[in-house]
């Protein structure tokens, strides 16, 4: 059974960085697809990043691009999310999500995924 597991949350103030990890077990995921996702309290959920584990492509939404970097470790079967340039609109619990397969065109839609961490939280002060 595949399992995703984030780390990396906390709090730092607006401009920071921080650094999540989304490991994966039960499989090595070597064809697989991460995304990120992000929901802050009283909005939906909605897609931050893609990350295709065999090199293929890598998506990121308007709001984080340039300041976020997803990038993956295949020998330690992770996916790290760096995020630069907080800003407090980047609070929200964030969660990876996984699928077979390369990012889709369409990697911004929840329901395409299999598989589903816990969460972190990131909070950033103003």
């Known amino acids: 059974e595949v399992q995703l597991v984030e780390s990396g949350g906390g709090l730092v103030q607006a401009g920071g960085s921080l650094r999540l990890s989304c490991a994966v077990s039960?499989?090595?995921?070597?064809?697989?697809?991460i995304a990120w996702f992000r929901q802050a309290p009283g909005k939906e959920r909605e897609g931050v990043s893609c990350i295709s584990t065999d090199d293929g492509p890598t998506y990121y939404a308007d709001s984080v691009k340039g300041r976020f970097t997803a990038s993956n470790d295949n020998a330690k079967n992770t996916v790290y999310l760096r995020m630069n340039s907080l800003k407090p609109e980047d609070t929200a619990v964030y969660y990876c999500?996984?699928?077979?397969?390369?990012?889709?065109?369409?990697?911004?839609?929840?329901?395409?995924?299999?598989?589903w961490g816990q969460g972190a939280r990131v909070t950033i002060s103003s």
């Open positions: 039960g499989s090595t995921f070597a064809d697989g697809a």
């Open positions: 999500a996984g699928e077979w397969g390369p990012c889709r065109d369409d990697w911004y839609d929840d329901y395409e995924y299999e598989y």
